[in-house]
């Protein structure tokens, strides 16, 4: 069977690799040795020093992980990562606009903060949806329906004169825009194996932590000499510019629908460019026209609660919203803080959060290079050969310890910075302090962040899109009842110990990390183990169903 030939997996469950089983490297045993798939090489008989893992040779007897090209990656990834600047943006880029948002329309501060609930709600409910239509159907069609939500909510926002269209229109708004983070992450689970994934998912989250920290500064820019409609406007031309070249020519990378990416993309899958190219010559046998229709159905946001009640991803994820909920509460405060402290006008603390954003960015960056040389280290250091091209087994291979293990250096930097960053803003120094320390908590809380989220993916391969929706969903409701009691926390306990509370929280759970180092692996190959029986009754009493 040829390369487009093959068929992708229908459920894209998981094998022995850890990376989805369509594509999984079957290495071939070095002369004079004998190994399995992804083990351990052991030494030969002879007093010869053991070669370097990395440079040893791999007869070929599986398909590349991904067929898609060096270049074709890095533009798939760098859209990802436009794309993944969207949701945080347009949450962020509204907050400058609330007074005057209020004053137009004729109502108060408090009904406008009401449109920041019901858009968090829908921000924590969106990517459920959206995550798991992305894993059935596609990345193309799941990208392209969200976007199209997003303009038109930004067109009907930028035209509306009232209240309840403000409000349903943001909740609109909040279903296009949030649902896209879970496809990011997922497309670089499509075409990035776990030796570099670090990397790429860095890229991504530097997309996802700038929009934060910067989109307070173009929304009070904006809101300043636009007027507040310029905001929305702004959101919809920036969605439009992006949406025109994904259609045109961004290849399906879902590996439900196009495997490795040797499989023809058929339907809306396809970019224009490719229908239009295969129209032309409509007869040629690679027109992909015959092939089998695949079943959709209604996505299933009860999937990613699923995903919330494996052991090693429920400790993951709560471990990770509650970095989250640190990095949110800061980020939501630093705005009251400042003006009460330095009485600064809405510019001017627009301009505060860019030490934090360009803290967060930084981090995003080199979290990647740093977990990859982390993966690369272990593999090196327990013999275990890296297969860039077929991706790794990484049932032998210790993925939580790899990803875990430079965490620990830089959430203790962060929770210092956090506790110094209380105390500092409750002794009212210099506006330097709090500047200085805000990029180090961007830089080393977010960087913790954006590490865990990497690993998330790496322990649920077979439907990315839906763990990181599972990720989002618990971070978001979290954030939304922590950010309803920062203000009264404030008051109750003062600055300083507000947030050494936040800091210590993250040092009493920090157990997790270690338990999951230890146990993470045992609990997932007996994930792996129960979802092959699984496939294994489903196909026995359904013979049709092929896997």
Sequence with gaps: ???????????????????????????????????????????????????????????????????????????????????????????????PALNPIADDLGVSVNLINLTLTTYMVFQAISPTIVGDFGDMAGRRPAFVISFAIYIFANLGLALQNHYAALLVLRMLQSAGSSGTLSLCFAVVADVAVSAERGKYMGIVGAGINIGPALSPVLGGILAEYLGWRAIFWFCLIYAAVWLIPYILALPETCRKVVGNGSVPARGWNMTVVDYLRFRRRSDDADFPVSGPRRELRFPNPINALRVVFEKDLALLLFYNTMIYLVFILIAATVSTEFADIYHLTDLQIGLCYLPYGLGC?????????????????????????????????????????????????????????????????????????????????????????????????????????????????????????????IESMLGALGRGWTYTFWALVLVAFSPILWVLTVRGPRWREARRVRKLKVKEKEVAVNPTKTS
């Design 1 to 95: 069977m040829n390369a487009r030939e093959e068929s992708p997996r229908e459920d894209g469950e998981v094998g022995s690799t850890g990376e989805p089983e369509d594509n999984r490297p079957t290495p071939s045993p070095l002369k004079g040795e004998s190994t399995s798939a992804g083990s351990v090489e052991n030494p030969p008989s002879n007093s010869r020093p053991a070669p370097d893992p990395e440079s040893l040779q791999q007869v070929p007897s599986g398909p590349a992980y991904s067929v898609f090209s060096k270049t074709t990656k890095r533009w798939v990834i760098a859209m990802a990562a436009f794309a993944s600047f969207v949701s945080p943006m347009t949450a962020n880029i509204y907050f």
């Design 361 to 485: 960015c930084l981090a995003a960056v080199l979290q990647g290079y740093i977990l990859d040389t982390n993966y690369r280290r272990i593999a090196r250091s327990i013999g275990f050969t890296i297969d860039y091209k077929r991706g790794d087994d990484l049932r032998n291979f210790p993925i939580e310890k790899a990803r875990i293990q430079p965490l620990y250096p830089i959430l203790s930097v962060g929770v210092a910075g956090v506790i110094c960053y209380g105390w500092v803003l409750q002794a009212e120094t210099n506006l330097a302090g709090p500047l200085v320390l805000l990029f180090v908590v961007g830089l080393c809380v977010t960087g913790s962040f954006s590490i865990l989220n990497t690993l998330i993916v790496d322990l649920y391969p077979e439907a990315p899109a839906t763990a990181v929706a599972a990720n989002n969903l618990v971070r978001c409701l979290f954030g939304a009842a922590g950010t309803a009691f």
